[in-house]
């Protein structure tokens, strides 16, 4: 993946079949700077041995665990470590606790959608062992990539992962070899196969459809531990109004909010009622803007969970 304007970022990921790409883990202070969506970008950031922009996961010992999935609005592209919302949330939460404390793993990934998002969870996320999941994706839903969407992107990261695994057991044969090079390079079924998918202009990475499933998957994969979850709609710089109206895919998470009884906060008011500098850009917040987002989530987080912290 290449971040357009910030070459740095993709030093900072590897591949991964399933996820499509991760953070490199045990980054340190990693610099980045350039254009960003047209606004410039300086800041440093770590991972932790997760690859996951937050402090190391300690053992629980009774500790509340918050496990934010999201996009590059998540993740702080833009703004340090600390200052990231999820960070200030920590920060907010931790002061607040009525136990042994509060632990806010930022999972979000620039780049990331709700497909991506719901195969972290059932990958990684939920061995963490989560308390609560805040769920916060839209954006990168409704951009085009490769012609393609996520789904069909997947089918062909599983066809290349048991491709690869077939030609290097292959290799150990001469003849095989042989005709490799008689044929002078391999085959690129990824590039063919991305070909013969019909391109529709303004093809998205999530359908509509798509995006209400895979919010109803998260939910369902969380409610089935008992694990509450928590919709968050991130407003854009535009919607300015405290009457702004909702984009298509926000109005989704609204109405498959109130379809399944989830508690949805969304942030397009609490940004318009605000004042200073909020965003870097359409859509990723200043560390001012971060924190009237993590103040807005702690007071979702203690109506959510009220007996962890006081009163």
Same mark, same amino acid.
């Given at each position: 993946?290449?971040?357009?304007?910030?070459?740095?970022?993709?030093?900072?990921?590897?591949?991964?079949?399933?996820?499509?790409?991760?953070?490199?883990?045990?980054?340190?202070? =990693?610099?980045?700077?350039?254009?960003?969506?047209?606004? $410039? =970008?300086?800041?440093?950031?770590?991972?932790?041995?997760?690859?996951?922009?937050?402090?190391?996961?300690?053992?629980?010992?009774? @500790?509340? @665990?918050?496990?934010?999935?999201?996009?590059?609005?998540?993740?702080?592209?833009? =703004?340090?470590?600390?200052?990231?919302? %999820?960070?200030?949330?920590?920060?907010?939460?931790?002061?607040?606790?009525?136990?042994?404390?509060?632990? /806010?793993?930022?999972?979000?990934?620039?780049?990331?959608?709700?497909?991506?998002?719901?195969?972290?969870?059932?990958?990684?996320?939920?061995?963490?062992?989560?308390?609560? =999941?805040?769920? *916060?994706?839209?954006?990168?839903?409704?951009?085009?990539?490769?012609?393609?969407?996520?789904? +069909?992107? &997947?089918?062909?990261? /599983?066809?290349? !992962?048991?491709?690869?695994?077939?030609?290097?057991?292959?290799?150990?044969?001469?003849?095989?070899?042989?005709?490799?090079?008689?044929?002078?390079?391999?085959?690129? %079924?990824? $590039?063919?196969?991305?070909?013969?998918?019909?391109?529709?202009?303004?093809?998205?990475?999530?359908?509509?459809?798509?995006?209400?499933?895979?919010?109803? $998957?998260?939910?369902?994969?969380?409610?089935? !531990?008992?694990?509450?979850?928590?919709?968050?709609?991130?407003?854009?710089?535009?919607?300015?109004?405290? &009457?702004?109206?909702?984009?298509?895919?926000? &109005?989704?998470?609204?109405?498959?909010?109130?379809?399944?009884?989830?508690?949805?906060?969304?942030? /397009?008011? +609490?940004?318009?009622?605000?004042?200073?500098?909020?965003?870097?850009?359409?859509? +990723?917040?200043? %560390?001012?803007?971060?924190?009237? &987002? *993590?103040?807005?989530? *702690?007071?979702?987080?203690?109506?959510?969970?009220?007996?962890?912290?006081?009163?």
């Amino acid at each position: 993946m290449v971040v357009s304007g910030l070459p740095a970022l993709g030093e900072t990921i590897e591949f991964d079949p399933y996820l499509f790409w991760v953070l490199k883990p045990g980054l340190r202070d =990693v610099p980045v700077s350039g254009s960003g969506n047209r606004s $410039a =970008v300086n800041f440093r950031f770590s991972t932790n041995d997760l690859g996951l922009r937050s402090r190391p996961v300690r053992r629980k010992h009774g @500790r509340v @665990r918050i496990l934010v999935l999201g996009d590059s609005c998540t993740f702080g592209l833009g =703004v340090d470590d600390t200052q990231t919302w %999820p960070a200030q949330l920590q920060a907010l939460l931790e002061n607040e606790s009525a136990g042994t404390g509060v632990d /806010v793993i930022n999972a979000g990934v620039f780049g990331y959608t709700s497909f991506q998002g719901l195969r972290f969870l059932v990958s990684r996320g939920l061995d963490l062992a989560p308390d609560v =999941v805040i769920v *916060a994706f839209w954006f990168n839903e409704t951009l085009p990539w490769s012609m393609t969407s996520d789904k +069909h992107k &997947a089918k062909q990261f /599983v066809w290349m !992962k048991w491709r690869y695994r077939l030609d290097r057991l292959l290799r150990r044969s001469r003849l095989y070899t042989d005709l490799i090079e008689m044929r002078g390079a391999q085959d690129r %079924p990824e $590039a063919s196969e991305e070909a013969a998918l019909p391109f529709e202009k303004g093809y998205r990475r999530i359908t509509s459809e798509d995006f209400e499933d895979n919010l109803k $998957a998260i939910y369902r994969l969380c409610t089935s !531990k008992d694990i509450p979850v928590l919709f968050l709609i991130w407003p854009l710089s535009t919607q300015t109004g405290p &009457a702004a109206r909702l984009s298509e895919y926000q &109005a989704i998470v609204a109405r498959v909010g109130e379809q399944l009884g989830v508690p949805v906060l969304n942030l /397009v008011p +609490h940004f318009a009622q605000s004042r200073g500098d909020l965003f870097l850009d359409n859509m +990723h917040a200043t %560390p001012i803007g971060c924190r009237v &987002a *993590a103040e807005a989530v *702690a007071e979702e987080i203690k109506r959510l969970i009220p007996e962890s912290f006081k009163n």
